[in-house]
């Protein structure tokens, strides 16, 4: 398993931390072992999890900005989880109203040693943190205009909101710019090894200054 991962970072071509490929590669293991009792994904074979999960959460690595960041709708824990790995000077926020599986991400963050890493049990539309994010994301979550709904108010002023989506999202997009609100978007492609190309685009929504 670490042998396949370390080949698949490769073909990533970012720079990682040293054991990044042996910390990954527990995260697989023991979703998995999970996953044979509680069903916290529909991704089984390893090989599609290494995809689907790992490379396709750590696409967006580059574009994280800031020290904290929040994942709405983690799951259990993606693409929150990689992102910390190979973040360790960040923290980052896993946020899913989902018991079972937010467990599994309090529970794998300990295992890998993340102290970089809170998990909440809570809804995007409910969670009081008190404080805004440098960067919050999601993957797969909703469409744009109610992605915002959910979280756009924990976006700091100067943020960005990482949006992850499939292929290009030309009907969300219409409909944002329909709408009167104060936020600016741009999409940037995403190559995932292993997937299609153009299957993964990341929309990237930032407040306008109104003056």
Same mark, same amino acid.
Do not use: C
């Given at each position: 398993?670490?042998?396949?991962?370390?080949?698949?970072?490769?073909?990533?071509?970012?720079?990682?931390?040293?054991?990044?490929?042996?910390?990954?590669?527990?995260?697989?293991?023991?979703?998995?072992?999970?996953?044979?009792?509680?069903?916290?994904?529909?991704?089984?074979?390893?090989?599609?999890?290494?995809?689907?999960?790992?490379?396709?959460?750590?696409?967006?690595?580059?574009?994280?900005?800031?020290?904290?960041?929040?994942?709405?709708?983690?799951?259990?824990?993606?693409?929150?989880?990689?992102?910390?790995?190979?973040?360790?000077?960040?923290?980052?926020?896993?946020?899913?109203?989902?018991?079972?599986?937010?467990?599994?991400?309090?529970?794998?963050?300990?295992?890998?040693?993340?102290?970089?890493?809170?998990?909440?049990?809570?809804?995007?539309?409910?969670?009081?943190?008190?404080?805004?994010?440098?960067?919050?994301?999601?993957?797969?979550?909703?469409? %744009?205009?109610? &992605?915002?709904?959910?979280?756009? +108010?924990? /976006?700091? !002023?100067?943020? #960005?909101?990482?949006?992850? *989506? =499939?292929?290009?999202?030309?009907?969300?997009?219409?409909? %944002?710019?329909? &709408?009167?609100?104060?936020?600016? +978007?741009? /999409?940037? !492609?995403?190559? #995932?090894?292993?997937?299609? *190309? =153009?299957?993964?685009?990341?929309?990237?929504?930032?407040?306008?200054?109104?003056?």
């Amino acid at each position: 398993m670490t042998t396949k991962i370390h080949a698949a970072l490769e073909r990533l071509k970012q720079p990682f931390p040293e054991g990044t490929a042996e910390k990954l590669a527990t995260l697989i293991d023991e979703l998995e072992r999970w996953n044979r009792k509680v069903n916290l994904t529909a991704i089984r074979k390893r090989d599609e999890m290494i995809t689907s999960h790992l490379l396709d959460s750590l696409v967006a690595g580059p574009l994280l900005e800031g020290e904290s960041i929040l994942d709405v709708g983690s799951g259990p824990g993606f693409p929150g989880l990689p992102l910390a790995v190979i973040h360790p000077e960040r923290h980052f926020t896993l946020l899913d109203s989902n018991n079972r599986k937010i467990m599994f991400a309090q529970h794998a963050a300990g295992l890998l040693g993340l102290d970089n890493v809170s998990a909440v049990k809570a809804r995007g539309e409910d969670y009081a943190p008190g404080h805004g994010f440098d960067t919050v994301i999601a993957r797969a979550l909703a469409a %744009l205009p109610r &992605l915002l709904e959910i979280a756009g +108010h924990h /976006v700091r !002023e100067d943020g #960005v909101f990482v949006a992850l *989506k =499939g292929r290009y999202p030309v009907e969300e997009l219409e409909q %944002l710019d329909e &709408l009167d609100i104060p936020w600016s +978007h741009a /999409v940037a !492609e995403l190559d #995932v090894p292993g997937l299609e *190309k =153009g299957s993964r685009h990341a929309v990237l929504l930032r407040r306008q200054n109104i003056s």
